[in-house]
């Protein structure tokens, strides 16, 4: 969604805890051209078949004929949060400012993990908060390859973007240091497995973790299925929650 601090202070109390994630400039900008492309000229304005390199080399002449989709074009994260056409270091400074001010945790798509594990102990969250699944990948054939080069190129283009990028990435690892890095990698890195053995879970079909589905164990991964968890369920059934619950006890004591 675009931030509009009005709209969302209508419907949202007032100690909300308010958070955003960024993504490196290079790559958000690859894939929202991507994106965008598929969606027609109507929002992007160049062919589907114009590389991000074309783009990028010939971005002067294109923003004087499309000026009209410039928000979509250019610096789209500060476009997110509610920027158009910025240009000047004084806006741009501005941006960051209004962006830490507004917002209590910033995550960095590039450090999910440790953004998560971050996240849930300034939020005093359980491990069962912060599990994910991947939606909407890409595989990685579809994705156009940026060299160092075009990389550079890019962030020029989006500078606002970058400076942001920059700003709230340093701010996390901060926060990182602040809270004990070995604490928190520790803590990341139980997220990721946790997570990935939910995924691969669900991409079989066979389980989600919460109370209303139970899942037959015998339709569970063997690997996930242990004589411990079996020895009190005569029925083999067993709740999501549960489930998630044996596995991050498991995980966490085997630290």
């Given at each position: 969604m675009v931030w509009n601090e009005t709209e969302v202070d209508a419907v949202m109390p007032t100690n909300s805890y308010r958070i955003a994630i960024l993504r490196d400039t290079h790559t958000h900008f690859e894939s929202s051209m991507s994106y965008l492309h598929s969606k027609g000229k109507y929002i992007?304005?160049?062919?589907?078949?114009?590389s991000v390199n074309d783009f990028i080399n010939n971005s002067d002449d294109i923003m004087?004929?499309?000026?009209?989709?410039?928000?979509?074009?250019?610096?789209?994260?500060?476009?997110?949060?509610?920027?158009?056409?910025?240009?000047?270091?004084?806006?741009?400074?501005?941006?960051?400012?209004?962006?830490?001010?507004?917002?209590?945790?910033?995550?960095?798509?590039?450090?999910?993990?440790?953004?998560?594990?971050?996240?849930?102990?300034?939020?005093?969250?359980?491990?069962?908060?912060?599990i994910y699944n991947h939606l909407n990948v890409r595989r990685e054939v579809a994705r156009e390859i940026i060299d160092d080069d075009l990389k550079l190129k890019i962030r020029k283009f989006n500078n606002a973007d970058w400076m942001l990028y920059n700003h709230f990435n340093q701010s996390l690892w901060r926060r990182v240091?602040?809270?004990?890095?070995?604490?928190?990698?520790?803590?990341?890195?139980?997220?990721?497995?946790?997570?990935?053995?939910?995924?691969?879970?669900?991409?079989?079909?066979?389980?989600?973790w919460n109370n209303q589905f139970n899942c037959n164990l015998y339709n569970l991964h063997p690997q996930l299925v242990t004589q411990e968890l079996t020895n009190d369920k005569e029925d083999k059934t067993i709740t999501g929650d549960l489930y998630l619950k044996y596995l991050i006890n498991s995980t966490i004591n085997r630290r």
């Open positions: 992007w304005p160049t062919s589907s078949n114009t004087k004929i499309h000026f009209s989709g410039k928000a979509f074009m250019q610096n789209l994260a500060c476009y997110e949060f509610g920027f158009r056409n910025v240009q000047s270091l004084k806006q741009i400074n501005h941006i960051i400012n209004y962006v830490d001010s507004k917002f209590d945790f910033i995550m960095i798509t590039e450090y999910f993990d440790i953004s998560l594990a971050l996240l849930r102990r300034e939020l005093n969250w359980e491990f069962s908060d912060v240091e602040e809270a004990g890095y070995l604490n928190i990698k520790e803590d990341a890195d139980i997220i990721h497995n946790l997570s990935k053995l939910f995924e691969d879970m669900c991409n079989q079909g066979t389980f989600y």
